[in-house]
């Protein structure tokens, strides 16, 4: 019987990980590993094989499915603070300019500028667009005359996860949906 797994390169074969509590690791990222990383998990007995591909690999004495989604055996503890860096910013934002409203030519902007002081924490840089940041430039955005959507603050890493799930990736492996809660409405 004809499937369109069994014709796909390992490669276009990414594994979906699951935390211990079936949940994945990063909606966005999505948790992905790819299959030479999750088969290894799987020998070394640290995941479980939730769901497989058709798509099969060989070695000389063994044949096995490429695994699509695997959950932790042990539960990993997510980070309550996210890591401060420009996609973490950005997804805080929702990928648009804090000023206009944009979403494209992104960059991102001291509130305070750094020759007045500021300093370069979550509570003090924005996402902007190249354009409102060059109209900001070195002034405040009460000196600008320019108001920011939201005022900046730090995330948990639970509201950098639930912005993520607004933005599913390209490609949903069929196997993967049962795991993966975005913002669609669900069928009755």
Known sequence: MYHPDLIRHPESCPTLVLNADYTPLSYYPLSLWPWQTA??????ERVDIV???EREVHSPSATMKLPSVIAL???VRPS???AFTRFNLFLRDNFSCQYCGCRH????????PRAQGGRTTW???ATACAPCNLRKGGRTPRQARMMLASPPARPTSWALQENGRRFPPNYLHESWRDWLYW??????
């Open 73 to 75: 055996r042990q539960f």
């Open 51 to 53: 769901a497989s591909y």
């Open 80 to 82: 309550a603070w996210p």
């Open 105 to 112: 030519d992104l960059t991102f902007d001291h509130v305070v």
């Open 183 to 188: 913002d669609v409405p669900l069928e009755a």
């Open 123 to 125: 509570e003090n840089v």
């Open 39 to 44: 088969i290894k998990a799987v020998f070394l």
